[in-house]
Nanobody, 128 residues
Framework: QVHLVESGGGSVQAGGSLRLSCQASGITYTRVCMAWFRQAPGKEREVVATVSPYGRTTYSDSLNDRVTISRDNDQNTLSLQMNRLKPEDTATYFC??????????????????????WGQGTQVTVSS
Protein backbone atom coordinates (compact mmCIF):
# COMPACT_ATOMS: atom_id res chain seq x y z
CA GLN A 1 0.00 0.00 0.00
CA VAL A 2 1.34 3.38 -1.01
CA HIS A 3 1.71 6.07 1.59
CA LEU A 4 2.91 9.60 1.07
CA VAL A 5 3.02 11.66 4.25
CA GLU A 6 3.79 15.35 4.16
CA SER A 7 5.12 17.46 7.00
CA GLY A 8 6.63 20.87 7.56
CA GLY A 9 3.73 23.14 6.77
CA GLY A 10 2.75 26.02 9.01
CA SER A 11 2.26 29.74 9.27
CA VAL A 12 4.94 32.20 8.28
CA GLN A 13 5.19 35.88 7.52
CA ALA A 14 5.79 37.15 4.02
CA GLY A 15 9.45 36.93 3.13
CA GLY A 16 10.01 33.91 5.32
CA SER A 17 10.98 30.35 4.46
CA LEU A 18 9.60 26.87 4.97
CA ARG A 19 10.86 23.41 4.18
CA LEU A 20 8.30 20.74 3.39
CA SER A 21 9.04 17.04 3.57
CA CYS A 22 7.33 13.93 2.29
CA GLN A 23 7.98 10.38 3.44
CA ALA A 24 7.13 7.71 0.89
CA SER A 25 6.47 4.02 1.51
CA GLY A 26 4.97 1.13 -0.41
CA ILE A 27 6.62 2.08 -3.71
CA THR A 28 9.88 1.43 -5.49
CA TYR A 29 11.02 4.96 -4.91
CA THR A 30 13.76 4.99 -7.52
CA ARG A 31 11.21 4.22 -10.23
CA VAL A 32 8.85 7.04 -9.41
CA CYS A 33 8.75 10.64 -10.54
CA MET A 34 7.99 12.78 -7.50
CA ALA A 35 6.39 16.20 -7.38
CA TRP A 36 4.92 18.90 -5.22
CA PHE A 37 1.55 20.37 -6.11
CA ARG A 38 -0.45 23.01 -4.32
CA GLN A 39 -4.06 24.02 -4.15
CA ALA A 40 -5.36 27.32 -2.88
CA PRO A 41 -8.99 27.73 -1.82
CA GLY A 42 -11.22 27.99 -4.85
CA LYS A 43 -8.42 27.28 -7.29
CA GLU A 44 -7.21 24.34 -9.31
CA ARG A 45 -4.41 22.14 -8.02
CA GLU A 46 -1.21 23.20 -9.74
CA VAL A 47 2.26 21.79 -10.01
CA VAL A 48 5.06 23.46 -8.06
CA ALA A 49 8.00 21.26 -9.08
CA THR A 50 8.93 17.77 -10.21
CA VAL A 51 12.04 15.64 -9.76
CA SER A 52 12.88 12.48 -11.67
CA PRO A 53 14.36 9.46 -9.90
CA TYR A 54 17.91 10.63 -10.48
CA GLY A 55 17.45 14.31 -9.96
CA ARG A 56 16.23 16.04 -13.09
CA THR A 57 13.99 18.89 -11.95
CA THR A 58 11.32 21.10 -13.42
CA TYR A 59 9.69 24.12 -11.82
CA SER A 60 6.58 26.19 -12.20
CA ASP A 61 7.45 29.48 -13.87
CA SER A 62 5.76 31.41 -11.09
CA LEU A 63 7.89 29.84 -8.37
CA ASN A 64 11.08 28.93 -10.19
CA ASP A 65 13.49 31.18 -8.35
CA ARG A 66 11.98 30.73 -4.89
CA VAL A 67 11.72 26.96 -4.48
CA THR A 68 14.04 23.98 -4.64
CA ILE A 69 12.84 20.40 -4.90
CA SER A 70 15.06 17.53 -3.86
CA ARG A 71 14.82 13.85 -3.05
CA ASP A 72 16.76 11.33 -1.02
CA ASN A 73 16.49 7.92 -2.63
CA ASP A 74 18.08 6.21 0.34
CA GLN A 75 15.51 7.58 2.77
CA ASN A 76 12.55 7.64 0.35
CA THR A 77 11.97 11.29 1.10
CA LEU A 78 11.06 14.33 -0.92
CA SER A 79 11.67 17.92 0.12
CA LEU A 80 10.63 21.39 -0.98
CA GLN A 81 12.57 24.40 0.22
CA MET A 82 10.52 27.56 -0.20
CA ASN A 83 12.02 31.00 0.24
CA ARG A 84 10.77 34.57 0.05
CA LEU A 85 7.24 33.37 0.62
CA LYS A 86 4.32 35.56 -0.43
CA PRO A 87 0.71 35.63 0.76
CA GLU A 88 -0.33 34.18 -2.61
CA ASP A 89 1.70 31.06 -1.77
CA THR A 90 -0.92 30.20 0.85
CA ALA A 91 -2.27 26.79 -0.10
CA THR A 92 -2.34 23.14 0.78
CA TYR A 93 0.80 21.50 -0.56
CA PHE A 94 0.68 17.92 -1.78
CA CYS A 95 3.36 15.35 -2.40
CA UNK A 96 2.66 13.22 -5.46
CA UNK A 97 4.20 10.32 -7.37
CA UNK A 98 3.99 9.10 -10.96
CA UNK A 99 5.34 5.58 -11.53
CA UNK A 100 5.48 6.05 -15.31
CA UNK A 101 8.69 7.58 -16.61
CA UNK A 102 9.58 8.62 -20.13
CA UNK A 103 12.14 6.81 -22.26
CA UNK A 104 14.97 8.82 -20.69
CA UNK A 105 13.95 7.87 -17.16
CA UNK A 106 12.64 11.37 -16.46
CA UNK A 107 9.25 12.57 -15.34
CA UNK A 108 6.91 12.25 -18.28
CA UNK A 109 4.85 15.32 -17.43
CA UNK A 110 3.74 17.72 -14.72
CA UNK A 111 0.07 17.07 -15.27
CA UNK A 112 -2.01 16.34 -12.22
CA UNK A 113 -3.82 13.53 -14.02
CA UNK A 114 -0.58 11.59 -14.56
CA UNK A 115 0.22 11.37 -10.86
CA UNK A 116 -1.26 8.27 -9.25
CA UNK A 117 0.03 8.62 -5.71
CA TRP A 118 -0.98 11.46 -3.43
CA GLY A 119 -0.42 12.52 0.11
CA GLN A 120 -3.03 14.17 2.29
CA GLY A 121 -1.40 17.56 2.07
CA THR A 122 0.14 20.06 4.45
CA GLN A 123 -1.14 23.59 4.93
CA VAL A 124 1.08 26.59 4.29
CA THR A 125 -0.22 29.99 5.35
CA VAL A 126 1.70 33.16 4.55
CA SER A 127 0.62 36.37 6.21
CA SER A 128 1.42 39.84 5.00
Amino acid sequence: QVHLVESGGGSVQAGGSLRLSCQASGITYTRVCMAWFRQAPGKEREVVATVSPYGRTTYSDSLNDRVTISRDNDQNTLSLQMNRLKPEDTATYFCAGDPVLNVNGWCRSSLRADFQYWGQGTQVTVSS
